[in-house]
């Protein structure tokens, strides 16, 4: 599995990124009634010739990206962030943040597309063109995963989740989120271990993915996607990393990530996005 996050901690506070530097002239609509697709000037995003904004949130692409995947991540942002879908986000502290740190995400055809020239830090994250799969979720979870559903939730968990809830969700050792992946790897492992213990169910062996920065996140998205029901048809695909696919097992065997998931203070999503915002 990639990981690729864009390195970033916001330099501005409360700013209204989109425009300072940027011009919005509608480029194509396409068939989604809530979300343009539209040219900018964006500093730092020479690569990237247009972009979906979603709730102040930016969505670039290169010319490559299909507009209906980029349509399609546009969609599934808003939906894990107003998962009732009733026009207002659910967590205003989890935009402000992600605001706060400037986010932004970049979809790519070719790993060569990533060439960013920022002149201020952001918080982003990358999305490729050929992963993207937005029938996945309406084929009734079957066939070629939709790694949008992996991707942006990691730019949400990471700018929103661990800065709004930094005791809760926060990503260094003491935090519940990392405590209950200490439990989840069968220990407190701050390097990636030869082996895991044989009662681990959370196993990433990815030398890149240190304890805070991504252990945390991956892990976090592994629960949730599978409470929401998106990895019930992949335990096969999956089970060398993550054994606990369906929200009954994770409810039964990690009842720590279950009750900080579900708690409903911090109104994380309950309905899996299927790229359909208020359609």
Not at 171 to 194: C, H, T, V, W
């Amino acid at each position: 599995m990639k990981w690729f996050l864009i390195s970033v901690f916001a330099l501005l506070m409360n700013i209204s990124f989109s425009q300072n530097d940027s011009f919005t002239e509608e480029l194509d609509k396409g068939n989604d009634p809530n979300f343009s697709i539209v040219h900018h000037a964006d500093t730092g995003f020479s690569n990237f010739n247009r972009k979906v904004v979603v709730f102040g949130i930016d969505i670039y692409a290169v010319a490559a990206v299909e507009n209906s995947k980029l349509l399609h991540a546009a969609n599934v942002m808003a939906q894990y962030l107003d998962n009732n879908e009733d026009g207002v986000v659910d967590d205003q502290l989890v935009l402000t943040k992600m605001h706060e740190k400037c986010s932004f995400m970049v979809m790519w055809k070719s790993e060569n597309d990533l060439d960013l020239d920022l002149s201020k830090e952001r918080e982003g994250q990358d999305l490729g063109n050929d992963e993207t799969n937005p029938n996945y979720v309406s084929n009734g979870r079957k066939g070629g995963f939709d790694a949008t559903l992996e991707e942006v939730l990691h730019l949400i968990n990471n700018a929103g989740h661990s800065n709004a809830y930094p005791r809760e969700f926060g990503q260094y050792a003491g935090s519940e989120l990392s405590n209950a992946m200490d439990i989840a790897r069968g220990g407190k492992f701050m390097s990636i271990p030869s082996k895991y213990p044989e009662n681990a169910w959370y196993t990433y062996y990815d030398q890149t993915c240190d304890y805070s920065d991504c252990q945390t996140l991956e892990y976090l998205y592994w629960a949730l996607t599978s409470i929401l029901g998106a990895q019930e048809n992949r335990l096969e695909e999956i089970d060398h990393e993550w054994k606990l696919n369906t929200f009954q097992k994770v409810k039964n065997n990690d009842p720590k990530i279950f009750d900080l998931i579900t708690n409903p203070v911090y109104k994380l999503p309950t309905i899996l996005p299927d790229g359909t915002y208020m359609h």
